[in-house]
């Protein structure tokens, strides 16, 4: 048994363990590029005639080091990227990585986005083709919402009950839960690369830069400290982020039949894009500045946000296979 987390900028897998990989490549020239010293390296890679493409957490250090050599990735806003023409290799080779090979015919549950409210895209394509991938390994493969997933470890102290919210790269993944029940998932098409992007044409910087700068956590979001003009830029779109998404949060309860819960319930966070320091504090400081159609008991965020999806996806697979 084994859980999945295939997220825009990660994919976590857990089974007792955890391992984790970086959604992302870069390409090279493959005439001009020493293959055999990339094998000797273990650094993983796909050939497709003549672009070599580097996969995963070293594409990721490659990137910082070639500034003319973007960090590409085969997922986009959560789904699979329809302008990388060798996606589906590249996540086959990350997925393969990560799981192995199965001759048991193993449980998977692997997390999928929510249909977003802010755009119009279907997760159906997306989910048919992970499923695809990780059954071609030898596995049996099932979804389940990245939200729901979190909620599994978030909302376990309170009768998984309340809004889990997963902030990713590509998306905002939310689930209204009750009494353990999804009640409503949705997801909206902006997250941790839409900070990235923003601060890179307002700065100057590479995306790839600017996402480096706000994942290294050498400075907090939080109050008006010096920081440096990509550091006060990523502070700006971390607030237009969270109040983007809580006003889509709210609108939710506004129009949708959503339960009337009888009492106060919490919001928990989770996600690769929750992990800046400082995030929580500026959650709540934008949350209190609108009223919120119901009242809400707290808001934490998880332990080990990053990995928390794929151990919900994990404990839904032990549960299935009891």
Known sequence: M???????????????????????????????????QLKNMNVPYIQAGNRLHIVGRKAYEYAQIFNNKDLRRPMAQGMLSPTEQDALPILKEIIRELLGKSNEKDLVIYSVPG?????????????????????????????????????????????????????????????????????????????????????????????????????NGEYSIVGNKDRTMEQSAIKTYYEALIRYLIANVAKQFESTDTPNFPKPIPIVLGGGTSMVDGFLEVFEEQFTQKGFPIEISKIEIVDEPLTAVARGCLIEA?????
Request: aromatic residues 8%; glycine residues 10%; negative net charge.
């Open 115 to 215: 249909n977003p409210i802010d755009k119009e895209k279907s997760v159906e394509y997306h989910e048919d083709v992970l499923r695809t991938i990780i059954e071609s390994l030898g596995y049996r493969a099932r979804s389940l919402n990245e939200a729901v997933a979190l909620a599994y470890i978030g909302l376990v102290d309170y009768e998984l009950t309340g809004i889990s919210i997963s902030l990713g790269s590509g998306m905002c993944n939310v689930g209204i839960m009750y009494a353990g029940m999804s009640v409503l998932t949705f997801s909206t098409t902006k997250g941790g690369d839409w900070i990235d992007e923003n601060v890179a044409r307002d700065t100057g910087t590479s995306k790839a830069k600017a996402q480096y700068i706000k994942e």
């Open 2 to 36: 084994k859980g999945l987390d295939c997220g825009t900028g990660n994919f976590v897998a857990a089974n007792g363990g955890i391992t984790l990989q970086r959604n992302a490549f870069i390409t090279l020239d493959a005439e001009t590029t020493n293959v055999r």
């Open 318 to 322: 032990e549960l299935e296979e009891d």
